[in-house]
């Protein structure tokens, strides 16, 4: 009897061993989940990748979109059910947030609370919406969030490729059960449990937002840019200029992320490690510190917030022929010339 027990044992073993990660989720899809209907209001990149990743993972997925989205037919595509945003929520015990950051509370006033069902799990993919006072759940909602350190393509090709991206999760308001079900969640869409990282909504919310413009995004691009400009100024050529400046920052990037800053340095040329102790400071002074601390105090004070949560169609027509000003046709023409 025991040999037979330990050869069914060992089979099983080996068969969840040879599962794909997808299927392994599937597999042991948590009791958490079943039964349960998970809405997900947008279909953008993030809301597109987190919708596919839980119906692969074996859950019960249905797209919640404004009628006239544009979203609707990509939904579609993949084989969705979509509804309206009311008739989302009237029909799911977990309601999934992936709305743009500005139009939650707005969406959530009008189509969202009148139509709560009791006791609906609400899940955030960022901290903005809660912390910033624009959405209040029930005081009996789960309130959780999960928040992966990737774009949805990328959270989407992890998944596919048996990989997993880390996240920031948070619980304000929960059950005991609240932490198993946040877990269950996140597996599903693809977040190994280990990858995890306590957070909370506030934290989430202020750090995401001031390392998108003061470092990632913002601050990046005007540095790259402005290299680039210097160098193009004086003579070289846009290309060349451009495999210089940016070309090669995934690699070093990468350097950093494996071995540190410190790491970073001491892989690189003797050369380029005195150069950059000898003029690193002249280009990032103490200013630089000084403006970053400005936009961490317009970020916590909730001026920003407030002023992103009032932005209408016509505001984001300008904020699109204001992006364009950020780079210069040349640039984008050499960037695709060395894309792939």
Same mark, same amino acid.
């Given at each position: ?120 799990? #609400?899940?955030?993919?960022?901290? #903005?919406?809660?912390? #910033? ?29 048996? +990989? ?28 190994? +449990?280990? +990858? ?136 984008? +023409?050499?960037?695709?010339? #060395?894309?792939?």
């Amino acid at each position: 009897m025991q040999a037979v027990q330990h050869d069914l044992f060992c089979d099983i073993k080996q068969a969840l061993g040879n599962l794909s990660l997808p299927q392994y989720i599937q597999f042991m899809l948590k009791k958490e989940l079943k039964n349960k209907k998970i809405g997900v209001l947008g279909y953008g990149s993030q809301g597109r990748a987190v919708a596919l990743n839980l119906r692969d993972s074996g859950c019960d997925v249905i797209i919640g979109l404004p009628s006239q989205s544009k979203s609707r037919k990509y939904a579609k595509q993949d084989n969705f059910v979509v509804t309206t945003t009311p008739k989302t929520v009237k029909q799911s015990d977990v309601l999934l947030f992936a709305l743009p950051d500005h139009l939650q509370g707005r969406i959530y006033k009008s189509e969202i609370e009148p139509n709560l069902q009791a006791k609906t799990t #609400f899940v955030f993919l960022h901290g #903005f919406a809660i912390h #910033f006072g624009f959405i209040k759940p029930p005081n009996e909602s789960d309130i959780l969030m999960i928040a992966p350190h990737a774009p949805g393509i990328a959270l989407r090709e992890k998944y596919l490729t048996d +990989k997993s991206v880390s996240a920031f999760q948070a619980i304000e308001n929960g059950k005991k059960n609240s932490k198993q079900l946040l877990t269950a969640l996140a597996e599903a869409i693809g977040i190994r +449990k280990n +990858k995890l990282v306590e957070n909370s909504f506030k934290n989430e919310a202020i750090g995401d937002l001031f390392g998108e413009q003061a470092v990632l995004c913002g601050g990046l691009s005007e540095l790259v840019f402005n290299g680039y400009s210097v160098l193009t100024e004086n003579g070289l050529d846009s290309d060349n200029a451009y495999l210089e400046v940016c070309y090669q920052l995934d690699l070093l990037i990468s350097l950093i992320k494996k071995h540190g800053i410190i790491g970073m340095y001491e892989r690189i040329s003797v050369a380029a490690r005195y150069g950059s102790v000898k003029n690193s400071k002249k280009i990032i002074d103490s200013s630089v510190k000084k403006n970053m601390q400005a936009v961490y105090d317009d970020i916590t004070s909730g001026k920003f917030a407030n002023k992103l949560n009032k932005l209408n169609e016509k505001d984001i027509e300008k904020l699109s022929h204001s992006l364009k000003k950020m780079s210069s046709v040349s640039f984008e +023409k050499s960037s695709k010339k #060395f894309s792939n």
